[in-house]
């Protein structure tokens, strides 16, 4: 597959000896976790930022979601937006796209190139593997029980 991308940014981490079709996959599934090497914020202008970096890749996503930003850029701001979290919603991208980063777990990649696949746009696969990551965090946040990472997994395989 090719990537008009600068490939040092996504693969700069790869020890040598990589095979290149290794190291293709791997360049699909960064670039699929983060397109963006710029973005907008309030106004400002961020137009090489490092997608590879996870605080640089937060601001990348936040850009990605210009319709929060007004709420974001105020810290003592509590509430909803169409009965949505913007913080949480923004914390459910970051953790989706390191996730895809990292390619960790495995089964978040499969399932993301499966809604792909099936001609779910990239934005719509990333809510998608969020609602299912937010379904099994929900027990940790609001009772303490341990993340269940099997059924995590599970979940995705059944996506």
Same mark, same amino acid.
């Given at each position: %597959?090719?990537? =008009?991308? #600068?490939?040092?940014?996504?693969?700069?981490?790869?020890?040598?000896?990589?095979?290149? =079709? @290794?190291?293709? &996959?791997?360049?699909?599934?960064?670039?699929?976790?983060?397109?963006? +090497?710029?973005?907008?914020?309030?106004? @400002?202008?961020? !137009?090489?930022?490092?997608?590879?970096?996870? #605080?640089? +890749?937060?601001?990348?996503?936040?850009?990605?979601?210009?319709?929060?930003?007004?709420?974001?850029? =105020?810290?003592?701001?509590?509430?909803?937006?169409?009965?949505?979290?913007? &913080?949480?919603?923004?914390?459910?991208?970051?953790?989706?796209?390191?996730?895809?980063?990292?390619? @960790?777990?495995?089964?978040?990649?499969?399932?993301?190139?499966?809604? +792909?696949?099936?001609? %779910?746009? &990239?934005? !719509?696969?990333?809510?998608?593997?969020?609602?299912? %990551?937010? @379904?099994? %965090?929900?027990?940790?946040?609001?009772?303490?029980?341990?993340?269940?990472? =099997?059924?995590? &997994?599970?979940?995705?395989?059944?996506?």
């Amino acid at each position: %597959m090719e990537h =008009d991308v #600068d490939r040092d940014v996504y693969l700069g981490d790869l020890p040598s000896g990589v095979s290149e =079709d @290794e190291v293709e &996959r791997i360049l699909d599934r960064r670039v699929f976790a983060m397109p963006h +090497r710029g973005t907008v914020i309030g106004g @400002e202008e961020f !137009d090489r930022l490092d997608p590879a970096d996870p #605080d640089e +890749r937060s601001l990348l996503i936040q850009g990605e979601h210009p319709e929060f930003q007004q709420y974001l850029a =105020d810290s003592t701001w509590q509430g909803e937006i169409d009965g949505m979290n913007p &913080r949480f919603h923004l914390t459910m991208h970051e953790v989706i796209a390191n996730q895809l980063w990292a390619d @960790e777990p495995p089964e978040v990649w499969r399932a993301a190139k499966r809604l +792909r696949e099936q001609g %779910m746009a &990239r934005h !719509d696969v990333l809510h998608e593997l969020a609602r299912v %990551m937010a @379904e099994h %965090m929900r027990p940790t946040l609001t009772r303490g029980e341990p993340f269940d990472e =099997d059924s995590y &997994r599970g979940a995705l395989a059944d996506l």
